[in-house]
């Protein structure tokens, strides 16, 4: 594999309305996160992807653009950011921002100029179609739930797709003149000096127009788009050409918001000549011990995971390129509370899924908070939550037949608003997040968990994953945790997840007790070297090594 500066990536994603306010209006901004970039230096970060923080009218938190060369007012202005990549770069890390070209918001000015003018330029911007029969063009249901088409004010008939919220329109990327718009715009942001980008809802830009109404899978009548709508053949003629337009010629780091790609596509996005330099793909986010497929079964979660993850692994090493790993990001309840069991979290099991996740071939991805051990914050009242996507998902839980009580108890577990209250800095009230009136609740187990408890603690979890990046950027280490080979290990084993990583003479042996119980394993011959433990001590006695609960090590053969 030919080496690429990214390849080294230790990645910190950064949910900026909730990272670190620096003027007190309660919602985190761009000054802090410059603020803080020596706490991330400090933890060993290289790259930082910051959620959207262009103009938007914010109905999903800025995933709805209206000005892509512009900030909102809300994080700062364009010379903030600027500033922001400059001094990233100037402590040797790079700023990755969302690349959000599957939809704009319905305040953009090409939308609104389409709205205005079925007949402008811009109408072929959008994807418009005639409804049938004084209904919705087909019955595809939006991601958010409810149709994915909108009815346009003032006409007879005439209909615009949103696959996620109404106010955000889906792009017509057939339409060759709106891709030489987006280009040039991702090119004038390439030339400010930034790394890259995260490459949002990248697998919906193409759609199947072929299907018309379908049998509906549930109650509300409509369809789940995702066989038309995600991933469709011919994807790539767009996206091969993004990247030869723009990223390619500068060198950047793309992840690709991709799920769910054959062993045959995958090659064609994150290969060495693929559309993307690596993808976050989704095969773990859907696990959670508290659903009801999982019934609090750990051992058949876990058999569950490690089936899915080595198979990913296996899939990629076919390919010439690498995956990227993580745990949690802000579209997910946070990885604690969905892979142990509740009254297993606690620091041995935060740091040993730590390990397991970031210890595997690629480049890795941390989420704000995950490396303090921040939790859920499951709600009294539906009220309390703030986003559309929640109350959409409530309403169709209501529509199932679920009662009140239970509808908000599979909210609270299944939520991704979990992963969005504010970063907990301090044990003060406001968690150190601001000085005001934080826009969404902080949990209040900020008093526990914080940076200023951990920083200075050498068992915190935040120590933790200190030593576990250095242990990855190690000089002698670091090209074997990146390309090395992955073979799992012990698989027979229930509640052990471990692999062998290899690359030459360099041999590392990860093993995790994802379990509660004691577990013993045979171990044959000796190790050189004790790379990581979350325990002080590990017991090897003839030929047995007796794991504790959680326990996670990470050793040099
Ligand atoms: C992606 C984002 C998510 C957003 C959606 C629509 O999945 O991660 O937060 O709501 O795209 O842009
Ligand atoms: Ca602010």
């Not at 800025?62 to 922001?84: R, T, W």
């Amino acid at each position: 594999m030919k080496k690429k500066w990214w390849h080294n990536t230790i990645g910190y994603q950064i949910y900026p309305k909730s990272f670190q306010d620096s003027n007190g209006d309660g919602i985190g901004d761009i000054r802090g996160i410059i603020n803080r970039l020596d706490y991330l230096k400090n933890l060993g970060i290289n790259v930082i992807w910051v959620c959207p923080v262009n103009k938007s009218p914010m109905v999903d938190h800025g995933y709805d653009i209206s000005d892509y060369d512009d900030i909102d007012p809300m994080f700062g202005s364009l010379a903030d950011m600027e500033e922001l990549i400059a001094e990233a770069n100037k402590r040797g890390m790079k700023i990755l921002m969302d690349l959000v070209v599957n939809h704009t918001s319905d305040q953009h000015e090409w939308f609104k100029k389409a709205m205005s003018d079925l007949n402008s330029k811009y109408a072929d911007y959008y994807i418009i179609r005639d409804g049938v029969d004084g209904k919705e063009p087909n019955n595809w249901r939006s991601i958010f739930g409810g149709s994915a088409w909108e009815k346009i004010d003032g006409t007879e008939n005439k209909y615009y797709l949103h696959l996620f919220t109404k106010a955000q329109p889906d792009l017509n990327w057939e339409n060759p003149e709106l891709r030489e718009e987006i280009y040039a715009m991702i090119n004038r942001w390439l030339d400010k000096g930034l790394g890259g980008f995260r490459v949002d809802a990248i697998s919906h830009l193409k759609k199947d127009f072929t299907y018309k109404n379908i049998e509906p899978d549930g109650p509300d009548g409509f369809v789940n788009s995702f066989p038309y709508a995600s991933n469709i053949d011919g994807i790539e003629v767009f996206l091969n050409e993004l990247n030869e337009r723009t990223f390619k010629p500068h060198d950047a780091l793309t992840i690709g918001e991709v799920d769910d790609l054959t062993p045959e596509k995958l090659e064609s996005f994150v290969g060495e000549n693929g559309c993307f330099s690596t993808i976050f793909d989704f095969y773990h986010c859907f696990h959670n011990i508290n659903s009801k497929e999982w019934h609090g079964d750990l051992p058949a979660m876990v058999a569950d995971i490690r089936k899915k993850m080595f198979a990913k692994q296996e899939c990629v090493a076919k390919t010439s390129g690498l995956l990227c790993n993580y745990n949690e990001n802000h579209d997910t309840a946070r990885s604690c509370n969905r892979f142990i069991p509740k009254e297993d979290i606690n620091y041995f099991s935060k740091s040993m899924l730590a390990v397991m996740n970031n210890f595997l071939k690629g480049i890795i991805f941390i989420y704000q908070g995950q490396e303090i051990g921040m939790t859920d914050y499951p709600k009294k009242n539906i009220n309390e939550y703030l986003d559309l996507a929640t109350f959409n998902s409530y309403k169709g839980l209501l529509l199932e037949g679920l009662s009140e009580a239970d509808a908000l108890a599979r909210i609270n577990i299944e939520c991704r608003e979990n992963a969005r209250t504010p970063m907990q800095w301090t044990s003060s009230y406001n968690a150190g997040f601001t000085e005001g009136k934080p826009w969404f609740d902080i949990n209040p187990n900020c008093a526990d968990i914080n940076v200023a408890a951990q920083e200075n603690d050498e068992k915190s979890l935040l120590s933790f994953y200190k030593k576990m990046i250095a242990t990855r950027s190690r000089s002698d280490l670091v090209d074997a945790f990146i390309y090395g080979s992955v073979t799992p290990k012990y698989d027979d084993i229930s509640g052990i997840i471990a692999y062998e990583r290899a690359l030459g003479d360099v041999k590392i042996l990860v093993i995790n007790n994802y379990s509660a119980d004691m577990t013993t394993l045979d171990f044959e011959g000796d190790f050189t070297e004790m790379l990581l433990n979350n325990y002080p001590d590990l017991v090897l006695q003839n030929g047995k090594l007796m794991l504790l609960p959680y326990q996670s090590i990470t050793v040099k053969l």
